[in-house]
């Protein structure tokens, strides 16, 4: 047999406020539709109620903000990848809220206590290699790159793969708080803010693995992934991060696409569109701004961003892996601009990422 050495996107999953289903989620971002209204219960002390994207759900469900949570990203999960057969562990790489922000869900909690809460809540075993990550949004393509090795060292098998996500919500009153006095809330005060939201987006990646149809020996025989896949990966850190003074020129981002269109042998010219977890507020339209003018050299009519924010507003660390999943989908369901993507993610630290889907 042999293994193809592309990571493969075998499924997804995700909860929005657009969507309770990852097709629902990416036919309302595609038609853009949104679903912002005002916040009912007075989180801020506001002449005017903040405006917010929620999931729809019995107020009941949110009394417990660490629960819900949990089941926001249970319900995504078990769309990504199902009951796996019996003795099938994929590996999980959850994603969950930054420790400065103290989220119940996981603040003081043990990485192996929240996996098998998880584990409880869904009824899957996950592979002993399983991690919980908690550098935000870019912590996505982080693990991308911890899924490829545990493949490439076939610590999990190709068919059984790795799942990347998380659940997170911006709904909470210190969240919203923390963004208010940081002057990032869209409102009559702040015109370029980003509209706080709640949701859970996972992804399911593997390896391709075939059996030689050919006279020629299996080290010889190539056969092309089918389906969308993940081609390169690119990390950068940048040093003017939105909780600091400085505006960002794009430099981390800029150095994260070099080294993502390296390692998938793709130039830069081949990419035909962007998606990301752009939020609108000023820092971020600077930062993306100058990553594209610093990344992408080569002259083209147009250059098309996906803004699924734009429909299910902040989302915190399920943002990155949401964007991944609608630029999958729209390139599998042949309504993408092209047949090459450029997934960019940045978090409120520094981390910045840049995959590339094809």
Not at 110 to 129: I, M, N, Q
Not at 150 to 169: K, P
Request: glycine fraction near 12%; hydrophobic fraction near 45%; aromatic fraction near 4%.
């Amino acid at each position: 047999m042999v293994i193809d050495s592309t990571m493969q996107i075998l499924g997804y999953g995700a909860v929005t406020a657009v969507g309770l289903t990852a097709p629902q989620t990416c036919a309302a971002i595609r038609a853009g539709i949104k679903r912002f209204a005002p916040i009912e219960a007075p989180i801020l002390d506001d002449e005017e109620a903040q405006i917010g994207a929620r999931v729809s759900a019995d107020p009941r469900l949110r009394a417990d903000p660490g629960e819900w949570l949990l089941n926001l990203a249970g319900r995504a999960l078990l769309e990504c990848v199902g009951k796996p057969a019996a003795g099938a562990e994929p590996a999980l790489l959850w994603l969950v809220p930054e420790p400065e922000r103290a989220h119940p869900l996981s603040a003081g909690v043990s990485d192996s206590e929240l996996l098998r809460r998880l584990e409880a809540l869904v009824g899957v075993r996950f592979a002993p290699c399983s991690r919980v990550l908690r550098s935000g949004a870019a912590g996505c393509v982080e693990a991308l790159g911890i899924a490829r090795e545990l493949l490439e060292t076939q610590a999990i098998a190709g068919e059984v793969g790795c799942v990347i996500g998380g659940a997170d919500s911006l709904l909470r009153k210190v969240d919203l708080q923390a963004l208010a006095q940081g002057d990032r809330l869209l409102g009559p005060k702040q015109s370029q803010g980003l509209v706080p939201g709640e949701g859970a987006a996972f992804v399911w990646v593997g390896r391709a693995v075939r059996t030689p149809q050919s006279d020629l020996p299996a080290e010889e025989t190539v056969a092309a992934p089918e389906g969308v896949c993940v081609r390169g990966i690119g990390l950068g850190y940048e040093r003017a991060t939105v909780r600091g003074t400085a505006y960002s020129v794009g430099e981390a981002f800029t150095s994260a696409l070099t080294t993502a269109s390296q390692d998938a042998d793709i130039p830069e010219s081949e990419i035909a569109f962007i998606a990301g977890n752009f939020n609108g507020e000023r820092y971020d339209a600077w930062e993306h701004t100058h990553a594209l003018l610093r990344g992408y050299r080569t002259p083209r009519e147009r250059l098309p961003v996906v803004w699924p924010s734009a429909s299910v507003g902040e989302i915190g660390v399920a943002a990155g892996v949401l964007a991944l999943v609608v630029a999958a989908a729209a390139i599998e369901g042949d309504y993408a601009a092209g047949d090459t993507a450029a997934v960019q993610v940045r978090s409120d630290g520094e981390l910045r990422g840049v995959v590339i889907v094809r």
